[in-house]
């Protein structure tokens, strides 16, 4: 694992955004995938809670902020396009809006 | 898990993509990022192998095809906006092409 500093991240490709794949360290599950700038992703390394940037709303979003569902960041990781974060963290609740555990579950039939 | 068909899928706010994330079913590592548009989806529900669009040589992309390294979906969840993916797939060899086994291979410090 190579160590990255936050400068290496390549926001300019998403207009300076890059998608977050969100993973939960124990049970290992994909809950999410969202989007954070380059102040997301300092204020998660700062705070040790994820931190996002929503597109529909324009600003920037703690997550579980109001209903509680917070997200502890355990690790930052970087793709090697170093334009893709995922952020293995404890899930506090759920991690949809819908009330589900985690996003992904809708199943894709023929 | 509810099922859905691929007309349920909102390629729109992606410009015809959307992104997809790719999970080892087994090790339930995440192992990268890539896009899709209707056709890469439904190759990979035809044949049981992910394909992709690749955005920078702008065409359908079957993973592995060069390089042996294919990935056989197990399934395909779709998002609660319905504008992300996810594969769970079995991994041949690797997924990333540096040759490391997963692209997330960058720990981001302060």
Redesign the interface.
Known sequence: ??????D??DFKKGDGLV?V?V?DAEK???L??AYANREA?ELT?KTGYAHYWSRSRQSLWKKGETSGHLQKVR????????D???YVIDQTGVA???G?RS????????
């Open positions: 694992m190579k160590e990255l500093k936050i290496s991240i998608p794949v993973q290992q599950d994909v999410m995938v992703i390394m690790e930052v990781l970087i793709d090697c396009d170093q893709t974060v995922l949809c809006h819908t589900e996003c992904f579950h809708n199943k894709l039939v023929q």
